[in-house]
C-alpha cells in the first residue's frame, strides 16, 4: 500500500519561507516521479513541482520558478518543497503525490497516489 504524509503547512506572511515534507511508503523514488500540487479556494488543484529520478528531471509550474526548490532524501524516502518569497497566491491546501509524468511538458493527467493535503496561508 502506498502511503503518501504531508505535513509543514502553516501561516506565514508574505514574503516569508515554508518548508513542506512529504513520507512516502510503499513506493521507491527511482521508479516513480512524485512532486507536489496546491488548490486554492475556489479553484482547481494545480500542478506545482516534482522530481524523477528515472528520467533526471526536475520541473517547476511558471508561478513558482526561482521561488520553490524541490529536493528528495532517497535515504529517508521523503521529498521536500522549500517554498521562498511566498505571496497570497500560493495560499493553498497543498498535496503530495506521486506516479505521473514529470518530463517534458509536465503532468498530463491526475497523479496515481495521493497524500492528504497540508494548508499554506500567507497573509499580507
Known amino acids: 500500500e502506498v502511503q503518501l504524509q504531508a505535513s509543514g503547512g502553516g501561516l506565514v506572511q508574505v514574503g516569508g519561507s515554508l518548508r513542506l515534507s512529504c513520507a512516502a511508503s510503499g513506493i521507491t523514488f527511482d521508479n516513480y516521479a512524485i512532486g507536489w500540487f496546491r488548490q486554492a479556494p475556489g479553484k482547481e488543484r494545480e500542478w506545482v513541482s516534482c522530481i524523477s529520478r528515472y528520467y533526471s528531471s526536475t520541473m517547476y509550474a511558471d508561478p513558482v520558478k526561482g521561488r520553490f526548490t524541490i529536493s528528495t532524501d532517497n535515504a529517508k524516502n521523503e521529498v521536500y518543497l522549500q517554498m521562498n518569497n511566498l505571496n497570497a497566491e500560493d495560499t493553498g491546501v497543498y498535496y503530495c503525490?506521486?506516479?505521473?509524468?514529470?518530463?517534458?511538458?509536465?503532468?498530463?493527467?491526475?497523479?496515481?497516489?495521493w497524500g492528504q493535503g497540508t494548508q499554506v496561508t500567507v497573509s499580507s
Open positions: 503525490a506521486a506516479h505521473f509524468k514529470c518530463r517534458g511538458t509536465g503532468p498530463d493527467r491526475p497523479a496515481k497516489w
